[in-house]
Structures are given as structure tokens and as C-alpha cells.
DNA sequence: CTTACGTAATTGACGTGTCAACCAAAACGG
DNA sequence: CCGTTTTGGTTGACACGTCAATTACGTAAG
């Protein structure tokens, strides 16, 4: 039983809300202008802009779920709503009975061109635009060391 | 017709997409872990901060929304699921005959306080470690900024 | 060959989030 | 007062995400 946990200091309780309030008001509202201005969810549009900008539309499932950091089951669900939508298609793939292609349809390519502008607007707009370039730069760049740090770490 | 969109520059593309990537993988492993460590969803624990840190543990429905920036049907959802769990009830308003209270029940408080510490920790493991004092703040000087700068933005 | 084990992907059940419609009480304007 | 609008909150339908179980193929060992 830990006695006493170590709790955040005043500063670090601060850095991690502003941070916690601002991501999770900032992918609000993309995702909800995604899906009012388009007819596209972020989902959609993270799924449909990794297989377009590939090699022929396509890729292999596995390749797919590990480019976006999804869980195959939420990849799977995801591409069978999307397949019914005309939005991509599944492939076998006849190098491995078991392995699956996943295809961005003529539709698929043409909501993303449809949504994309306006997307890279509202991230312009609610993002970029708050920092100068290099508050910019030192974001990114923190936000890659967390990554890095979060890739070493267990679980 | 917007005839050539502004794009973002590669070092803006950059810092967006390792700031998106970051946010994403810390929120949902921090949530797993939540989810597994102890019997609260990410969505619970949030609830239930807000609730326990208020006098007597009770607060407004509404005071409630606005403080975790939430739309008010997804508080009532959550709200809903939550009192079916025991962690919280609902009461009426005296003052204001559609107004609601939500307040944290004993199990509601022994079950924040149980998942508490365990999720400082990971939190501490994930974020603040990857980072020294001065790089998390300012990560937090920034989140405030871009936070600002929302606030200010229509929708 | 066959048994066993690992890997690719799907499925179903369930909790969660969003939108739009709704309901009831309050506040307002005549 | 009475009708209208605004406010506080709920509801239902549907999209989404997670977990655990499952199917089906690949691979290596005896």
C-alpha cells in the first residue's frame, strides 16, 4: 500500500490541465466541423488520408492499423463502416490467405479532396494561428519528445 | 471555389502531426489504464473530480457541464450510467423547478479516491517524465495560449 | 503428416459521444 | 394575466471504441 502518493505540484497540476482542456477542446471541434462541413467523421478522414496518400490507394491492414496507432478490432469496425459508405473496399491478398487489402474507392478519394481545404482551415485557424512559428516549433518539438519517451515505455 | 487551399508548411504538418499523435496515444492509454486499474472510465474519473473537489460533493447540473466543457446530453448520458453504478444521484432543484443537482455518493467518492493515485502515477510516468520542469512548462504556457485563442474564435 | 502455436483479421456485446427532437419550468413582453 | 421565447435538462437513434472470443491461415517441431 503506497502511504502517501506523490502528487503533481501546483505547476505540473497546471501544465497538465491546460494541456488536457486544450487538446480535448481543439479535437472537438475539428472532428465536429469535419463532420458538419463534410461527410466525413475524423475517423473517416485519418483512414481515407493515410490510404490516399499510398501507393495506389491501398494498403495492407496490418500496415494500416500501425500507421494511425489503432487496434486492429477498431480498424476493422471502422473500414466495415466505411466499406458501406463506398468509401474503401477490402482486398484479399494472395500472398497471405489470412491477410486483407484495404482500397480508397473513386468516392473515398473524392470526399477527402472535397473535405480536406476546408479541414487544414480550421486547424489553421484554431491552432497554428494561436502560436507564433516558433511556439509552433517548440510545441511540435515537445510533443515528439513525449512521444519518443511514451515509445519506451512499457504498455 | 477556393481555387489552391493554403497548406500547411512541412514544419507546421510537422508539429501538427507529432502534437496529434502524442495527444492521441497519452489520452487513450492513460484511459485503458484508468479503465483496468480500477472499476472508473476516463469519463468517470472526470465527473467525479469535478464533483468531489465541490462543496459537499454536489454541484448544478449545468455549473457541471461548463466546468469539464461538456455538451449537456452527454453529461445526462453520463450522468445516467453513472447513478445506475451508484456513484452518483440526482436531486432536485429547490430554486429552480427544472434545475438539477448531481451529487458523488460514499461508493462514488471511496471509488475516486481508490483510483486516484494509480492514475497520478501514470500520468506522472507517461507525461511529466518525459519532460524537465521547464520544457512542461512550457507546454503548459502554450496549451493556455492555444486555450485562449479558441475561446476567442467563433464556434 | 499432424499437432501445436503464432499471426491476420472479424465479430458481438457493451459503454460512450453526437445530433436533433423534445419537455417542462421560467422569464419576458404586451 | 396570457402567449412567446429562453433555459435546464432528458431522450432516442445512431456512430464510434474497447474488450474478449473466434475464425482461418501460416509455420515450425516431432
Redesign the pocket.
Known amino acids: 500500500m503506497n502511504a502517501t502518493p506523490r502528487w503533481l505540484d501546483p505547476e505540473q497540476k497546471a501544465a497538465w490541465d491546460h494541456f488536457i482542456r486544450m487538446q480535448e477542446k481543439l479535437v ?1 471541434r475539428l ?2 466541423h469535419l ?2 462541413d463534410s461527410k ?5 478522414y485519418v483512414v481515407l488520408a493515410a490510404l490516399t496518400e499510398s501507393e495506389g490507394g491501398r494498403m ?6 500501425r500507421r494511425v496507432e ?13 466499406a458501406k459508405r463506398g468509401l474503401v473496399t ?1 482486398e484479399e ?1 494472395p ?7 484495404v482500397v480508397a474507392t473513386p468516392e473515398g478519394y473524392r470526399a477527402i479532396e472535397e473535405a480536406a481545404p476546408l479541414h487544414v482551415e480550421h486547424v489553421r485557424r484554431l491552432f497554428i494561428d494561436a502560436l507564433t512559428q516558433e511556439e509552433l516549433d517548440t510545441l511540435g518539438r515537445l510533443s515528439a519528445r513525449v512521444l519518443a519517451h511514451m515509445e519506451q515505455q512499457p504498455d
Open positions: 472537438g472532428s465536429r463532420q458538419s466525413l467523421s475524423a475517423a473517416d495492407r491492414f496490418l500496415n494500416l492499423t489503432w487496434e486492429k478490432s477498431r480498424m476493422s469496425h471502422q473500414v466495415g463502416r466505411m477490402r491478398c500472398e497471405d490467405g489470412r491477410g486483407a487489402f
